[in-house]
Nanobody, 116 residues
Framework: QVQLVESGGGLVQPGGSLRLSCAAS????????MRWYRQAPGKERELVAG????????TYADSMKGRITISRDNAKNTVYLQMNSLKPEDTAVYYC?????????WGQGTQVTVSS
């Protein structure tokens, strides 16, 4: 079955950086686009970044553009999200997502807290 396991979240001060990872299994990773979403308390889940199956195309939320980079390693079945210049409003649970077999699959999420 499809499994997405996020890691790399934590507590960071404003202006700091984090690198999130999502290890995927149960599907042909190199044939699927991957996405990162986030959900802050009391808010809807929102798309943060997406990357095409071979990594040639990326998309970013306007709120984080210029501060984040999504990448993938198809040999390791892993997608990454490098986040720099973090702000308190970036505090959220970050989720990895893949759409496969007409279904949205999600990881369990990793908490990112930006606070001094």
């Amino acid at each position: 079955q499809v499994q997405l396991v996020e890691s790399g979240g934590g507590l960071v001060q404003p202006g700091g950086s984090l690198r999130l990872s999502c290890a995927a299994s149960g599907f042909t990773f190199s044939r699927h686009a991957m996405r990162w979403y986030r959900q802050a308390p009391g808010k809807e889940r929102e798309l943060v970044a997406g990357i095409s199956s071979v990594g040639g195309s990326t998309t970013y939320a306007d709120s984080m553009k210029g501060r984040i980079t999504i990448s993938r390693d198809n040999a390791k079945n892993t997608v990454y999200l490098q986040m720099n210049s973090l702000k308190p409003e970036d505090t959220a649970v970050y989720y990895c997502n893949v759409f496969a077999w007409n279904y949205d699959y999600w990881g369990q999420g990793t908490q990112v807290t930006v606070s001094s």
